[in-house]
């Protein structure tokens, strides 16, 4: 017997972050929508990525009453360094008369904060798709739920927000053969809420602070990231030190985990009724904490869309294009930064220091990679 179909207009799959905002914003919007996940509920609190999240981005949460207060600590200065090299740019957040420049905040906690927002019957979690079928009016999904329950939706919108894309011919890769492993430490003094991004021949490393302590992201070579995670943590925290150098000490790690980094861009955002938002449009590198920022600006410029035009007359081929700027300029400027600082080469750490001594001196430049920081596209003369 097949089982009755069920209507929504539009159907979100994946309910990480990016996909509950996009939910949530729709549903101040007037629009309806309904999310679907793999992951069971509870299974976004053992996620260990602390996120540093623009002030931007907060403005956008707060519209969705969704912003973690408590949970955020505010970053008020960034001190942006190379070992071994000379230069050295500080951005501080009394240059942009805002309370921060941004804020470190912990997947876990920013989900809690989206899932508290959600209507009961809103998400299907612990449930597995088995079939999409698009054509041009939308689609038909059929899913499997962990009690073994099959279930039909017709939308006229399928919208994808599943994460980073993994063997998917649509998805471009870059590998940049670099690690990131990350776990919190606690500093000696206190952080005093500046975040760190130091580079290094390895990779950067960066320390935002959260709470009492430090979320480090420590980028390495794929076999050092290796070595880092089999350490223990008196030979780990050595390890850290080494690297980041002398002017903060580290003590108390907690668990480690480690994420592969490519740079992965959907060549197409929209086709026919189908959309791709956040991660899996773009996966970025976390130098410089882009990719949460950028999928929800993601987010909410498709509920913008959507909300104003509605479902069926809504341009996607206009929001795919207005899109572009933002995240092909993001994916630019972290693989470019990435790239230009992850090497031992005299003459380019040369240029470097000298690129972070001109930042630093020069006013205007900095306030552009800052504004950029804070605001995305929209820093854009
Ligand atoms: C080490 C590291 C540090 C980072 N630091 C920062 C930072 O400082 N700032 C920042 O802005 N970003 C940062 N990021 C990036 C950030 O984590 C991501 O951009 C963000 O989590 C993307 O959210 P998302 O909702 O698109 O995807 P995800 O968080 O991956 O959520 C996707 C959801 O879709 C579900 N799903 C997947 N497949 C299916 C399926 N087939 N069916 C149903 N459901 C499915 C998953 O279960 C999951 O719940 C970092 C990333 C890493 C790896």
Request: glycine share 8%.
């Amino acid at each position: 017997m097949t089982e009755p179909v069920e209507t929504v207009d539009i159907l979100i799959i994946g309910a990480g972050p990016v996909g509950m905002t996009l939910h949530l914003a729709l549903a101040a919007g007037g629009q309806k929508s309904r999310l679907i996940d793999r992951r069971p509920q509870q299974a976004l609190q053992a996620d260990p990525r602390a996120l540093a999240l623009s002030h931007g981005a907060r403005e956008l949460l707060e519209q969705i009453a969704s912003w973690p207060t408590r949970a955020a600590t505010p970053i008020e200065t960034i001190h942006v360094s190379q070992k071994d090299g000379f230069g050295r740019t500080l951005i501080d957040r009394a240059d942009y008369l805002l309370p921060a420049l941004g804020y470190v905040v912990r997947y876990r906690d920013l989900a809690a904060a989206l899932a508290a927002n959600l209507a009961a019957d809103s998400l299907l979690a612990d449930a597995e798709i088995i079939d999409i079928h698009t054509d041009d009016d939308g689609a038909t999904v059929a899913l499997r739920q962990a009690d073994g329950t099959m279930r039909r939706f017709r939308c006229r919108l399928l919208v994808h927000a599943e994460g980073t894309a993994y063997d998917d011919p649509a998805v471009s890769v870059a590998d940049y053969a670099q690690h990131a492993v990350i776990c919190e430490v606690t500093p000696t003094p206190k952080h005093g809420n500046r975040a760190w991004e130091r580079f290094t021949p390895d990779g950067p490393l960066a320390l935002l602070p959260l709470g009492e302590q430090f979320s480090i992201v420590f980028t390495l070579p794929p076999a050092r990231a290796d070595a880092v995670m089999a350490m223990d943590d008196s030979r780990f925290l050595a390890a850290l030190q080494a690297q980041f150098g002398e002017r903060l000490r580290f003590a108390a790690a907690g668990p480690r985990s480690r994420f592969p980094l490519a740079l992965r861009l959907r060549d197409t955002l929209v086709k026919g009724r189908e959309v791709w938002i956040g991660n899996t449009a773009q996966t970025l590198h976390p130098v410089s904490g882009q990719g949460f920022n950028l999928g929800l600006r993601d987010a909410w410029e498709l509920a913008e869309f959507l909300c104003r035009d509605g479902v069926d007359r809504s341009d996607l081929a206009a929001y795919a294009a207005g899109r572009q700027l933002d995240r092909r300029g993001s994916a630019w400027f972290t693989d470019k930064v990435v790239r230009l600082f992850s090497n031992d080469s005299p003459p380019l750490r040369l240029a470097r220091g000298l690129g972070l001594l001109g930042l630093d001196l020069c006013p205007p430049a900095r306030h552009f990679v800052a504004r950029r920081m804070i605001w995305g596209a929209r820093a854009w003369p």
